[in-house]
Protein backbone atom coordinates (compact mmCIF):
# COMPACT_ATOMS: atom_id res chain seq x y z
CA UNK A 1 0.00 0.00 0.00
CA UNK A 2 1.55 3.68 -0.68
CA UNK A 3 1.55 5.94 1.87
CA UNK A 4 1.31 9.68 1.01
CA UNK A 5 3.41 11.23 4.27
CA UNK A 6 3.77 15.38 4.79
CA UNK A 7 5.37 17.17 6.94
CA UNK A 8 5.23 19.47 8.78
CA UNK A 9 1.48 18.94 9.68
CA UNK A 10 0.82 22.43 10.83
CA UNK A 11 3.33 25.45 10.03
CA UNK A 12 2.91 29.08 11.40
CA UNK A 13 5.54 31.38 9.73
CA UNK A 14 6.08 35.38 9.75
CA UNK A 15 5.31 37.19 5.86
CA UNK A 16 8.07 37.48 4.33
CA UNK A 17 9.84 33.92 5.06
CA UNK A 18 10.45 30.93 2.70
CA UNK A 19 8.01 28.45 3.07
CA UNK A 20 9.05 24.50 2.51
CA UNK A 21 6.60 21.69 3.02
CA UNK A 22 7.83 18.08 2.40
CA UNK A 23 6.06 15.07 0.93
CA UNK A 24 7.32 11.67 0.51
CA UNK A 25 6.04 8.27 -0.79
CA UNK A 26 6.57 4.77 -0.96
CA UNK A 27 6.14 3.31 -4.16
CA UNK A 28 6.59 3.75 -7.74
CA UNK A 29 4.24 6.57 -8.97
CA UNK A 30 2.98 8.28 -12.55
CA UNK A 31 2.78 11.05 -11.35
CA UNK A 32 2.89 13.53 -8.10
CA UNK A 33 0.80 16.83 -7.41
CA UNK A 34 0.66 19.72 -5.20
CA UNK A 35 -3.07 20.88 -4.36
CA UNK A 36 -4.38 24.17 -2.39
CA UNK A 37 -7.12 23.45 -0.34
CA UNK A 38 -8.19 27.02 1.42
CA UNK A 39 -11.35 26.81 3.88
CA UNK A 40 -15.06 26.11 2.44
CA UNK A 41 -13.07 23.21 1.15
CA UNK A 42 -12.32 24.29 -2.51
CA UNK A 43 -9.33 22.65 -3.93
CA UNK A 44 -6.75 23.89 -6.60
CA UNK A 45 -4.29 22.05 -8.09
CA UNK A 46 -0.97 23.94 -8.10
CA UNK A 47 1.44 21.64 -10.01
CA UNK A 48 1.50 18.34 -11.58
CA UNK A 49 4.97 16.89 -11.62
CA UNK A 50 6.53 13.53 -12.27
CA UNK A 51 10.26 14.69 -12.39
CA UNK A 52 12.62 17.74 -11.78
CA UNK A 53 10.99 20.94 -11.52
CA UNK A 54 8.37 23.36 -11.71
CA UNK A 55 7.69 27.14 -11.17
CA UNK A 56 4.48 29.51 -10.97
CA UNK A 57 5.04 32.66 -9.80
CA UNK A 58 5.94 32.51 -6.37
CA UNK A 59 5.61 28.55 -5.82
CA UNK A 60 8.06 26.11 -6.58
CA UNK A 61 8.26 22.85 -6.76
CA UNK A 62 10.75 20.18 -6.86
CA UNK A 63 10.74 16.24 -7.25
CA UNK A 64 13.09 13.48 -6.74
CA UNK A 65 12.03 10.20 -8.01
CA UNK A 66 14.89 8.27 -6.64
CA UNK A 67 14.22 9.37 -3.34
CA UNK A 68 10.92 9.29 -3.85
CA UNK A 69 10.42 12.62 -2.41
CA UNK A 70 9.03 16.40 -3.07
CA UNK A 71 9.30 19.57 -1.75
CA UNK A 72 7.08 22.50 -2.19
CA UNK A 73 8.46 26.16 -1.71
CA UNK A 74 7.14 29.61 -1.56
CA UNK A 75 8.57 32.27 -1.55
CA UNK A 76 8.24 35.41 -0.11
CA UNK A 77 5.31 34.22 1.66
CA UNK A 78 1.82 35.91 2.21
CA UNK A 79 -0.89 35.88 4.44
CA UNK A 80 -2.73 35.02 1.69
CA UNK A 81 -0.92 31.68 1.07
CA UNK A 82 -2.09 30.92 4.28
CA UNK A 83 -4.19 27.29 3.69
CA UNK A 84 -3.89 23.44 3.19
CA UNK A 85 -1.41 22.45 1.12
CA UNK A 86 -1.76 18.88 -0.05
CA UNK A 87 0.50 16.53 -1.68
CA UNK A 88 -0.98 13.53 -3.53
CA UNK A 89 0.62 10.41 -5.79
CA UNK A 90 -0.70 9.14 -9.31
CA UNK A 91 -0.87 5.95 -10.98
CA UNK A 92 -1.28 4.70 -14.27
CA UNK A 93 -5.16 3.91 -14.02
CA UNK A 94 -5.11 7.83 -12.87
CA UNK A 95 -6.41 6.58 -8.86
CA UNK A 96 -5.08 9.20 -6.82
CA UNK A 97 -3.58 9.02 -3.27
CA UNK A 98 -3.87 11.98 -1.11
CA UNK A 99 -1.46 13.06 2.14
CA UNK A 100 -3.55 14.48 5.26
CA UNK A 101 -2.31 18.02 4.31
CA UNK A 102 0.01 21.02 6.00
CA UNK A 103 -1.56 23.44 7.43
CA UNK A 104 -0.36 26.90 6.54
CA UNK A 105 -0.71 30.31 8.17
CA UNK A 106 1.18 33.32 7.45
CA UNK A 107 1.14 35.97 9.81
CA UNK A 108 1.08 39.45 8.90
CA UNK B 1 -18.94 29.68 -15.09
CA UNK B 2 -16.61 26.78 -16.44
CA UNK B 3 -15.16 24.47 -13.79
CA UNK B 4 -17.34 21.76 -12.12
CA UNK B 5 -20.07 22.18 -10.43
CA UNK B 6 -21.95 20.49 -6.83
CA UNK B 7 -24.28 20.44 -5.67
CA UNK B 8 -25.77 20.89 -2.75
CA UNK B 9 -23.12 23.01 -1.08
CA UNK B 10 -24.44 21.91 2.23
CA UNK B 11 -26.45 18.74 3.07
CA UNK B 12 -27.68 18.03 6.46
CA UNK B 13 -29.58 15.01 6.88
CA UNK B 14 -31.04 12.77 9.94
CA UNK B 15 -29.77 9.10 10.14
CA UNK B 16 -31.05 7.19 8.38
CA UNK B 17 -32.19 9.32 5.56
CA UNK B 18 -31.30 8.90 1.97
CA UNK B 19 -29.04 11.59 0.39
CA UNK B 20 -28.27 12.47 -3.42
CA UNK B 21 -25.29 14.20 -3.91
CA UNK B 22 -24.66 16.11 -7.47
CA UNK B 23 -21.53 16.79 -9.63
CA UNK B 24 -21.74 18.87 -12.97
CA UNK B 25 -18.09 17.96 -14.58
CA UNK B 26 -16.22 20.08 -16.83
CA UNK B 27 -17.87 19.80 -20.45
CA UNK B 28 -16.15 17.77 -22.60
CA UNK B 29 -14.71 15.75 -19.37
CA UNK B 30 -14.46 11.61 -19.88
CA UNK B 31 -13.28 10.97 -16.42
CA UNK B 32 -14.57 12.05 -12.96
CA UNK B 33 -14.34 11.06 -9.46
CA UNK B 34 -15.50 11.22 -6.23
CA UNK B 35 -13.76 11.93 -3.03
CA UNK B 36 -14.50 11.57 0.76
CA UNK B 37 -12.96 13.86 3.18
CA UNK B 38 -13.14 13.55 6.56
CA UNK B 39 -12.17 16.39 8.80
CA UNK B 40 -8.33 17.47 9.23
CA UNK B 41 -7.86 14.32 6.87
CA UNK B 42 -6.86 14.53 3.30
CA UNK B 43 -9.37 13.27 0.64
CA UNK B 44 -10.21 9.78 -0.13
CA UNK B 45 -10.66 7.86 -3.19
CA UNK B 46 -14.13 6.62 -3.26
CA UNK B 47 -15.13 5.47 -7.17
CA UNK B 48 -14.17 6.96 -11.08
CA UNK B 49 -15.99 7.01 -13.76
CA UNK B 50 -14.99 6.77 -17.42
CA UNK B 51 -17.43 8.65 -19.43
CA UNK B 52 -20.36 6.01 -18.11
CA UNK B 53 -18.86 3.46 -17.07
CA UNK B 54 -17.67 3.09 -13.41
CA UNK B 55 -14.05 1.75 -13.76
CA UNK B 56 -13.47 1.61 -9.90
CA UNK B 57 -15.67 1.54 -6.86
CA UNK B 58 -13.27 -0.18 -4.59
CA UNK B 59 -12.99 3.04 -2.16
CA UNK B 60 -16.75 2.81 -1.81
CA UNK B 61 -17.09 2.08 2.38
CA UNK B 62 -20.20 0.07 1.86
CA UNK B 63 -23.04 -1.07 -0.18
CA UNK B 64 -24.74 2.11 1.28
CA UNK B 65 -23.42 4.46 -1.35
CA UNK B 66 -23.87 3.80 -4.64
CA UNK B 67 -22.83 6.28 -7.47
CA UNK B 68 -23.55 6.98 -11.28
CA UNK B 69 -23.25 8.72 -14.36
CA UNK B 70 -25.68 6.92 -17.15
CA UNK B 71 -25.26 9.52 -19.72
CA UNK B 72 -21.64 10.52 -19.00
CA UNK B 73 -21.78 13.81 -17.91
CA UNK B 74 -23.73 14.69 -14.50
CA UNK B 75 -22.85 12.18 -11.97
CA UNK B 76 -24.81 11.44 -8.75
CA UNK B 77 -23.66 9.81 -5.14
CA UNK B 78 -25.78 8.11 -3.25
CA UNK B 79 -25.92 7.57 0.32
CA UNK B 80 -28.70 5.14 1.54
CA UNK B 81 -29.47 5.30 5.57
CA UNK B 82 -27.19 7.40 6.50
CA UNK B 83 -25.10 7.21 9.42
CA UNK B 84 -23.18 9.70 11.54
CA UNK B 85 -19.93 8.63 10.12
CA UNK B 86 -20.73 9.41 6.91
CA UNK B 87 -20.19 13.03 8.00
CA UNK B 88 -17.73 14.58 5.65
CA UNK B 89 -16.81 16.73 2.43
CA UNK B 90 -17.43 14.76 -0.47
CA UNK B 91 -15.90 16.33 -3.32
CA UNK B 92 -15.78 15.94 -7.01
CA UNK B 93 -13.13 16.14 -9.83
CA UNK B 94 -13.41 15.20 -13.60
CA UNK B 95 -10.28 14.96 -16.04
CA UNK B 96 -9.66 14.74 -19.48
CA UNK B 97 -7.65 11.21 -19.16
CA UNK B 98 -9.45 8.82 -21.44
CA UNK B 99 -7.10 6.54 -21.58
CA UNK B 100 -3.89 5.03 -21.06
CA UNK B 101 -1.92 7.73 -23.29
CA UNK B 102 -3.64 10.05 -21.72
CA UNK B 103 -3.88 9.56 -18.20
CA UNK B 104 -2.26 11.85 -16.06
CA UNK B 105 -4.33 14.64 -17.03
CA UNK B 106 -4.57 17.16 -14.12
CA UNK B 107 -7.57 16.96 -12.44
CA UNK B 108 -10.37 20.11 -11.93
CA UNK B 109 -11.94 20.02 -8.01
CA UNK B 110 -15.56 21.25 -7.51
CA UNK B 111 -15.74 22.83 -4.37
CA UNK B 112 -17.28 20.22 -2.31
CA UNK B 113 -20.47 19.08 -1.02
CA UNK B 114 -20.37 19.10 3.11
CA UNK B 115 -22.66 16.36 4.68
CA UNK B 116 -23.71 16.59 8.49
CA UNK B 117 -25.70 13.44 9.36
CA UNK B 118 -27.12 14.62 12.73
Keep these: KNEVEQS ?69 SHPRDSAVYI ?13 KGTRLHILP | GAGVSQSPRYKVAKRGQDVALRCDPISGHVSLF ?4 ALGQGPEFLTYFQNEAQLDKSGLPSDRFFAERPEGSVSTLKIQRTQQ ?17 TFNQPQHFGDGTRLSIL
Design chain 1, 8 to 76: PQNLTAQEGEFITINCSYSVGISALHWLQQHPGGGIVSLFMLSSGKKKHGRLIATINIQEKHSSLHITA
Design chain 1, 87 to 99: CAVSFKDDKIIFG
Design chain 2, 34 to 37: WYQQ
Design chain 2, 85 to 101: EDSAVYLCASSLSRDSL
